[in-house]
């Protein structure tokens, strides 16, 4: 098949096409029945989550939320805005840089590098931030986006 004739990967798929630079963004305040729900579903019960006494001798002064609770607010980025419905992570790599405590505000936001147009894969710049604008979490993510709408 030659390049004139490659298949659009991104037929069927509901947002359609992302551009290189588009950008999206997410907010919502952390609570404490995030730190019981995320430990519910994965068994992550460290006591940096728990033991008010002990966290906040810690380096982080306070209770923190797991990192999978931080992340998070990016799986929702992805499946609901940017690329949108359908998609799902197929590489990721995150630097976890500051911790999140539990009652702060943060704000996830993805940032397209990269689409190919043969598949319907995106390559996405990420972050998450606290209210204060500092970078909580930082790196890259590859997103997979299943065509959902009938072609």
């Not at 797991?66 to 359908?86: H, R």
């Not at 997103?143 to 709408?149: D, I, Q």
Request: glycine share 10%; charged share 25%; with cysteine.
């Amino acid at each position: 098949m030659t390049a004139h004739m490659m298949k659009d990967g991104w037929i069927g798929v509901v947002n359609g096409r992302p551009q290189v630079g588009a950008s999206a963004e997410r907010s919502r305040r952390t609570r404490a029945q995030d730190i019981d729900a995320f430990a519910e579903m994965t068994g992550d019960r460290n006591p940096l989550h728990y033991d008010k006494r002990l966290a906040e001798a810690s380096v982080f002064g306070r209770l923190i939320v797991q990192g999978g609770v931080t992340s998070g607010i990016l799986n929702a980025v992805v499946a609901e805005d940017l690329p949108g419905p359908g998609s799902v992570f197929l590489e990721v790599s995150w630097k976890f840089v500051k911790a999140v405590g539990v009652g702060e505000l943060i704000t996830g936001r993805v940032e397209v590098t990269e689409v190919r147009s043969d598949k319907p894969i995106t390559k996405l710049e990420t972050s998450v931030r606290n209210e204060a604008s500092e970078v909580c979490l930082t790196g890259t993510a590859t997103v997979f986006t299943v065509p959902l709408a009938k072609s």
